[in-house]
């Protein structure tokens, strides 16, 4: 995406990373956009170029109520003119259900609501040919991006990793992001993925690399996918104050808590040279930020 933005890399000094000796840096993909979680832009990237390489009338995709990836398509697409489409899990909700579809249909995306049944079907070969039908020659992008394109396109957040670092730390979905860099990285860095999920660690399986440079953390979940209790909501309100950084209640957040967490009980290394990404994911916290005073 060629946004005119400064993505920076800043130094945190947590007590807890500088007892340890421990650098811990962090790559701040969240400026990118007020709005937009930093990692979909770069997932949709190559996406909005296969669309414009084409004939295609306007992008469709997937999510749900409170989805990232929506409301970082429906931005991306404003900003290219390009017309689009939003297939929503829950044929109950409407445009004005919260803040995050009010914000898709404020940036011009067409949303369509379907049963949790129907939603099933998001991958079927089938239900895109309906999809089709209805709405004409449209670009199918899956949910959250995540696909071949979405991959390569988030390989090159490694272009903005300035220094070798031991150790990437990041929060994992779908995982696309993860191995997207883990396609790049130096083979000398080990990327760390917090899981916001619980099981985390069956989704493992699922991942497809040819490198083994990656492990998966899933001890901090708080309970599963956008769960939280009040601990990880003090966390996130205190690292604000801290360092001027806002956390997302999803997924920074839980990876933050657990990365310090662990550095504290000694998994790290000390001179160990770490590079956290915030991933952004603000957009998600339109329902908390009462709580978190940001
Ligand atoms: C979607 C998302 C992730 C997870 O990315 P995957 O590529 O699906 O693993 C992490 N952080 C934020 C803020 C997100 O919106």
């Known amino acids: 995406m060629d946004i005119n933005v400064s993505i920076v890399t800043q130094t945190l000094a947590v007590p807890i990373a500088i007892e340890n000796k421990i650098q811990l840096d962090m790559l701040r993909l969240d400026t990118l956009h007020p709005h937009v979680s930093g990692n979909k832009w770069f997932k949709l990237k190559e996406q909005i170029k296969a669309f414009n390489k084409n004939d295609y009338k306007a992008i469709l995709t997937f999510g749900g109520a409170y989805s990232n990836h929506l409301s970082a398509a429906a931005a991306a697409c404003n900003y290219y003119n390009i017309p689009c489409l939003g297939i929503v899990r829950g044929a109950e909700l409407s445009h004005n259900s919260n803040a995050t579809l009010q914000f898709c249909i404020d940036q011009g995306m067409q949303l369509h609501f379907i049963s949790r049944e129907k939603y099933k079907e998001k991958d079927s070969a089938s239900f895109h040919t309906d999809l089709k039908q209805k709405f004409g020659n449209v670009f199918i992008i899956p949910e959250g991006g995540n696909n071949i394109l979405g991959r390569l396109g988030v390989a090159s957040i490694y272009s903005y990793i300035q220094l070798n670092y031991d150790y990437i730390?990041?929060?994992?979905?779908?995982?696309?992001?993860?191995?997207?860099?883990?396609?790049?990285?130096?083979?000398?860095?080990?990327?760390?993925?917090?899981?916001?999920?619980?099981?985390?660690?069956?989704?493992?399986?699922?991942?497809?690399?040819?490198?083994?440079?990656?492990?998966?953390?899933?001890?901090?979940?708080?309970?599963?996918?956008?769960?939280?209790?009040?601990?990880?909501?003090?966390?996130?309100?205190?690292?604000?104050?801290?360092?001027?950084?806002?956390?997302?209640?999803?997924?920074t957040g839980k990876m933050m808590y657990g990365l310090l967490n662990d550095i504290g009980l000694g998994k790290y290394p000390s001179n160990a040279k770490i590079l956290c990404i915030h991933t952004g994911g603000l957009q998600g916290n339109a329902s908390v930020s009462d709580k978190l005073g940001f």
């Open 169 to 251: 730390v990041l929060s994992v979905g779908s995982g696309t992001t993860l191995l997207g860099l883990s396609d790049s990285v130096d083979p000398t860095t080990k990327i760390v993925g917090y899981i916001p999920m619980k099981a985390g660690g069956n989704y493992a399986n699922q991942y497809v690399t040819k490198n083994t440079n990656w492990q998966l953390i899933d001890a901090y979940h708080f309970g599963g996918f956008g769960k939280y209790n009040d601990t990880l909501v003090q966390f996130i309100k205190s690292f604000y104050q801290s360092y001027n950084i806002p956390l997302d209640i999803i997924y």
